[in-house]
Each structure stands twice: as C-alpha cells, then as structure tokens.
C-alpha cells in the first residue's frame, strides 16, 4: 500500500513543513492519522463522506467558527476531472454539516449530495497544492477514468486540539519518529480505515504482529478513544474475519491490549501544551527547515502473551 511512504524521511518532512505553515492560521497540531492515496487509472477514491462525526455541539467548533480538526491533504500528483480530484459540497448547501445527528449512515449522505448537487464544486489542483478542510465539509474523490493520463496520488493528515482528538504520537513539533514507530503508525492507520478501505487479506497477519510489536510506541488514549473508538471496533472485525490462527492469536492480543480491563494502560500522553497565541489569519511565513530527528523514547513492554 502507498501507506509505506511514511517509512521515508520525505513523507515526515513534508507533513511538518505543512502543519507548520497551518499552524497559525487554525491553532491546531498535527495528530499524525496518515492516510496516502493512490489512484489509479479506472479506480476511485473514497467516496462522499466526513471526516469525523459528532454530536451537534459548539465543542467541534472554535468561538470564531474555526474547526477543531482540519484534514491537510497534499497533492503529489496534478489531481483533475482527468486524473480523479476532490469534490465537495459547500457547507452553505449542506443541512448536515452543522446541524447534525450523532451519526449518518451512507443513504444520509447520498440525499444530502443529491438535492445540493447543483452546489458540488470540484477542486482540481496542481501537483504540491495543498487543500485543507473541516471534519463536517461532505467531501470525496472521483473515480479515475480508464484511460487517465495517469494516476493520483496524495498525502493527507489530520489536524486537531487536543481536546477534541488526541494524537496518535507524542511527538515534539518537526521531530521524525524511529523506525518502529514508523510501523506502528502504518499498520495504526491502515486499520483504523478498515472500515472505509479494507486492508488486503494477505497483509492482515504482517499489520496485526506489527501492531502486537509495537502498539505501546503510539498514544493510548488515541488508541482507545480517537474517532469514538474507531480502531479497536476494526480490530475485533479483524479478529471475527480472521483466515487463520495466527491472525486470530494476533488481533486478539491487540485487543486485549486495548481493553484497559484486562491490559495495562499504554503509553500515558503528556500534558497538553500551553494554547498559542491568538492566530494570524492574514499572513503566513514559510516555515524554518526542519531540525535533525530526535532520538525515539524507549518503548515500554508489552504484556505476555
């Protein structure tokens, strides 16, 4: 999967580059939820959805209407009608997009597409654009052509506060995580969108042993709670379509570690930043050149198995 980019010090540098510059614009951090898109010609991207779901509260939203988490999606490749690019229904035309029910299901969605479909917008953009949108913003990509010149590809990660999701690594600001931390959040990421792209048969079993290796080098309260517990519900669907035993001895050990009854709590997250001062909107400065890595924490066991 195009997923393993992020073992390249490339991948890091540019998502820090990036989150540097929004940084003041949204008062947000990186949480490091990757997701690398490879389009190819004939294939599609996801389809319309939002980001994140909630309950209708003013706690999604700043008091001047900024989000609390923003998507940054990175084109590497030009993206157009040609090649398959973003679409996304305005939130003037969209009633769900804050005024919204806890939850909405794919038919929900179509609805709202189809009775705003003269408002779609299409945002083709040119290789090293970067888009960024809210969480409730009802969005997809489009299927590529057969014969597309070529295929699309992209880099996306979240930004967030702390307090409306937590980030999958404790991580100073344009450090670069170790090798192993670097599995960890793969294998986090591909199964944590389980649900919405389906991680291939024959990776299951390599994504679980990493993830049974190295889960303890990711935050646990993201773990556990970001997106209303989103990985460990795909775990247990791992676990219940297992092929084999040792896929099943795999994600039930993954599990185990996630239910705080039975496991020890994982990796305690810091205490939260002091907020930032209040941001800039108007103007942003290239970021500096990000420093050299910074040396990986030791990870804390694992529970036996």
Request: proline share 15%.
């Amino acid at each position: 999967p195009a997923q393993f980019v992020l073992m390249f010090d490339e991948a890091w540098h540019v998502a820090n580059q990036v989150s540097s510059a929004l940084a003041p614009a949204f008062g947000l951090q990186n949480i490091y939820d990757f997701y690398v898109f490879d389009v190819p010609p004939g294939s599609s991207g996801w389809g319309a959805h939002r980001d994140r779901f909630g309950g209708c509260s003013a706690g999604e939203f700043m008091l001047d209407g900024v989000p609390k988490y923003v998507t940054a999606w990175l084109a590497l490749t030009d993206a157009s009608p040609q090649t398959s690019c973003m679409y996304a229904l305005p939130a003037h035309a969209d009633p769900g997009y804050s005024a919204h029910s806890a939850d909405s299901s794919e038919l929900d969605l179509m609805q709202i597409v189809a009775a705003g479909h003269q408002h779609i917008r299409a945002l083709p953009v040119s290789r090293g654009t970067v888009l960024a949108w809210s969480h409730r913003l009802l969005h997809w990509g489009s299927a590529s052509p057969p014969k597309a010149p070529a295929r699309r590809m992209a880099l996306s990660f979240a930004m967030a506060t702390s307090d409306f999701e937590p980030p999958v690594l404790e991580l100073q600001a344009s450090c670069l995580p170790c090798f192993h931390t670097r599995l960890a959040v793969i294998a986090f990421t591909l199964v944590f969108y389980h649900h919405t792209q389906p991680v291939p048969t024959s990776l299951r079993l390599a994504l679980l042993q990493i993830l049974k290796e190295h889960l303890s080098l990711l935050n646990g309260a993201a773990l556990r709670s970001g997106s209303k517990g989103q990985f460990a519900i795909n775990v247990a669907a791992l676990l219940e379509t297992a092929t084999n035993s040792d896929e099943a001895t795999a994600a039930q050990i993954v599990s185990d570690y996630l239910d705080s009854s039975r496991a020890p709590p994982l990796q305690t997250p810091s205490p939260p930043p002091p907020p930032p001062p209040p941001p800039k909107r108007l103007f942003l400065t290239p970021p500096p050149p990000p420093p050299p890595p910074c040396p990986p924490p030791p990870p804390p066991p694992l529970p036996p198995t």
